[in-house]
């Protein structure tokens, strides 16, 4: 038996994706930097054990699909799952669900608020057309956990240290626990190179005499990366951003400028490469 004549492509952008076995779906559920509650949970074992076949998959951008849902059974299962607060998906040339690490809520290297950006990101953008698909990550520091360099736009937490010669004891602990070698000790004077520090917070963590301290404490932002048939590495946009009002700005102005020069199904890292990285980067952080 095979599916009637249904709207596939609207089907697809609210997160039902039609499966080989053509007159089954996957519904491909929405979160937020992974996050369900204990009651969705409960409600989405029971959607797959009635509409499904009583498994879930875990998807690789923390998100949770169930498979083998009948044509037929499609908007009961996505009423029972709305009943319980669960919304539908994303898929097709629009952005994603954004994902994110647990941040500085629980994580001992975390340094930026990652679940909230994380829903701010969603009401701004979730869902909304652009060129090709569009995914993004937020992650608290340069550990990188959540992958943002691999995600068409990356939100990273990040510091700049400064040194207090009068609380250091000289240990070389900063030194010998740097993973860019941006510090280095000269006598009893310590330097910070700072086009060689990548903003991770090791040193501050580290440091038993707090003699490095944060200065400043912000965001980077990566973009264009993707691993899809073409892997890409994102590009650093700039560096340290201090406020969530330029955070947001320069989102605005990422989103815009792919859906302006982005072709139909190109990843916008390899807009980023057919232009130029420094014509974009200079459109970017320069251009009106």
Not at 10 to 32: N, T
Not at 57 to 64: A, V
Request: aromatic share 6%.
């Amino acid at each position: 038996m095979s599916a009637p004549q249904i709207d596939l492509a609207a089907l697809k952008k609210v997160g039902m994706i039609q499966q080989k076995q053509r007159e089954y779906f996957a519904l491909r559920l929405h979160a937020i930097g992974g996050d369900f509650n204990a009651d969705q949970m409960r409600a989405i074992v029971e959607v797959a054990e009635k509409y499904g076949r009583g498994q879930i998959h875990l998807s690789t951008r923390q998100g949770i699909e169930i498979h083998y849902v009948h044509y037929e059974k499609l908007e009961e299962a996505r009423k029972a799952l709305e009943a319980a607060g669960i919304a539908m998906g994303a898929c097709g040339p629009r952005i994603r669900i954004v994902t994110a690490c647990p941040g500085e809520a629980t994580c001992r290297w975390g340094i930026i608020n990652t679940k909230r950006i994380a829903r701010n990101l969603d009401e701004r953008y979730f869902r909304q057309e652009t060129p090709h698909k569009f995914k993004m990550a937020v992650t608290g520091c340069p550990h990188n956990c959540a992958k943002a360099t691999e995600n068409d736009l990356g939100i990273m937490g990040g510091i700049l240290p400064s040194w207090k010669k009068e609380a250091c004891i000289n240990c070389d602990l900063c030194v010998s626990s740097c993973p860019s070698g941006a510090i280095t000790r000269t006598d009893d004077e310590y330097r910070l190179d700072e086009s060689k520090c990548i903003h991770c917070s090791i040193c501050t963590s580290n440091c038993p005499t707090n003699a490095w301290e944060i200065a400043k404490k912000g965001y980077l932002i990566w973009i264009g990366g993707t691993m899809g048939k073409l892997p890409r590495l994102a590009t650093r946009l700039t560096g340290l951003i201090e406020t969530e009002e330029e955070l947001y700005r320069l989102v605005d102005k990422i989103i815009n400028y792919y859906r302006a020069y982005g072709r139909k199904r190109e990843r916008f890292g390899h807009m980023i490469d057919r232009i130029g990285v420094e014509q974009v980067k200079e459109d970017l952080l320069h251009g009106d």
